[in-house]
Nanobody, 127 residues
Framework: EVQLVESGGGLVEPGGSLRLSCAAS????????MGWFRQAPGKEREFVAA????????NSADSVKGRFTIFRDNARKTVYLQMNSLKPEDTAVYYC????????????????????WGQGTQVTVSS
């Protein structure tokens, strides 16, 4: 069974940092690209970052460039999202996702290309 389990969310003050983790199982993690998305209340789910296999390249949304870093550990079957300089507008539920079979890296920002999602982890940035 394919599973994605996110962890690492929480409450943090503006300017703070968090590291999200997504543990994968049930598929060959090292030979697929992975993505992070987020969804704020009342908004559509949006792309945050993606990483190709086996260890890059990466792609990220303009809104997080220079602040968020995606990386992976294939031995641990885990993809991470390091989030620095957090802002209140980063508040959302964060999801990791595995692409659907046949999806290409060129469309890594498109949520419709992803077929498996984790349960999400809440990130709240507030003073």
């Amino acid at each position: 069974e394919v599973q994605l389990v996110e962890s690492g969310g929480g409450l943090v003050e503006p300017g703070g940092s968090l590291r999200l983790s997504c543990a994968a199982s049930g598929f060959t993690f090292s030979s697929t690209f992975m993505g992070w998305f987020r969804q704020a209340p009342g908004k559509e789910r949006e792309f945050v970052a993606a990483i190709n296999w086996p260890n890059g390249p990466t792609n990220s949304a303009d809104s997080v460039k220079g602040r968020f870093t995606i990386f992976r550990d294939n031995a641990r079957k885990t993809v991470y999202l390091q989030m620095n300089s957090l802002k209140p507008e980063d508040t959302a539920v964060y999801y990791c996702a595995r692409p659907a079979p046949g999806s290409s890296w060129g469309m890594n920002y498109d949520k419709a290309r992803y077929g498996t999602w984790g349960q999400g982890t809440q990130v709240t940035v507030s003073s």
